[in-house]
T-cell receptor, first 112, second 109 residues
Framework: EAGVTQSPTHLIKTRGQQVTLRCSPISGHTSVYWYQQALGLGLQFLLW???????NRGNFPPRFSGRQFPNYSSELNVNALELEDSALYLC???????????FGPGTRLLVL | GIQVEQSPPDLILQEGANSTLRCNFS?????LQWFHQNPWGQLINLFY???GTKQNGRLSATTVATERYSLLYISSSQTTDSGVYFC???????????FGKGTLLTVNP
């Protein structure tokens, strides 16, 4: 069974640009979560989607947004990139109500 | 919000040594989990352990929910055990995982 997949694996952008990260959950999982792991800040919860709806949001500005598609895959969009957005962005998936989440390999974003 | 404190922050071991990692919580334990992040960034679930003790090979974990702490034991460590170990709690039904800052483990050959 395929695990959570993310694309791209690496990305370099400049300040002010916009970026879209993609995530495909494990087959059968309806919930998708996004996390940011920035140097010195640890792993922080960004967004949770389930059945196409945003269920919870972390303490991030509105320029971080996303959506979940009918096939449960998800996109994370970041507008007006800032240098401090440089981080590893991790996607996870689970069944709704499941006791654990399964993580993808992440997308490394570097903002210059 | 929930505070998760992990100790020690860094640990260096020789291959074959044993170690204990600790996690303390400021609030009640919900969906307590331990993860290992390898040097390439991949997060792997080790244990889901809101209470009690579980073992998986050389790893075992114990959570004492009433005292708000959890322990991860690594026995006969191997170089492949290197990486960051995270203790994770979630608050109630929102499934927002709160990660500790992790313990960076380095196992030298």
């Amino acid at each position: 069974e395929a695990g959570v997949t993310q694309s791209p694996t690496h990305l370099i952008k400049t300040r002010g640009q916009q970026v879209t990260l993609r995530c495909s959950p494990i087959s059968g999982h309806t919930s998708v979560y996004w996390y940011q792991q920035a140097l010195g800040l640890g792993l922080q919860f960004l967004l949770w989607y389930d059945e196409g709806e945003e269920r919870n949001r972390g303490n991030f500005p509105p320029r971080f947004s996303g959506r979940q598609f009918p096939n449960y895959s998800s996109e994370l969009n970041v507008n007006a990139l800032e240098l401090e957005d440089s981080a590893l962005y991790l996607c996870a998936s689970s069944l709704l109500g499941a006791e654990t989440q399964y993580f993808g390999p992440g997308t490394r974003l570097l903002v210059l | 919000g929930i505070q998760v404190e992990q100790s020690p922050p860094d640990l260096i071991l020789q291959e074959g040594a044993n170690s204990t990692l600790r996690c303390n919580f400021s609030d009640s334990v919900n969906n307590l989990q331990w993860f290992h992040q390898n040097p390439w960034g991949q997060l792997i679930n080790l244990f889901y352990i809101p209470s009690g003790t579980k073992q998986n090979g050389r790893l075992s974990a114990t959570t004492v929910a009433t005292e708000r702490y959890s322990l991860l034991y690594i026995s006969s460590s191997q170089t492949t055990d290197s990486g960051v170990y995270f203790c994770v709690n979630s608050g109630g039904s929102n499934y927002k995982l709160t990660f500790g800052k992790g313990t960076l483990l380095t196992v030298n050959p």
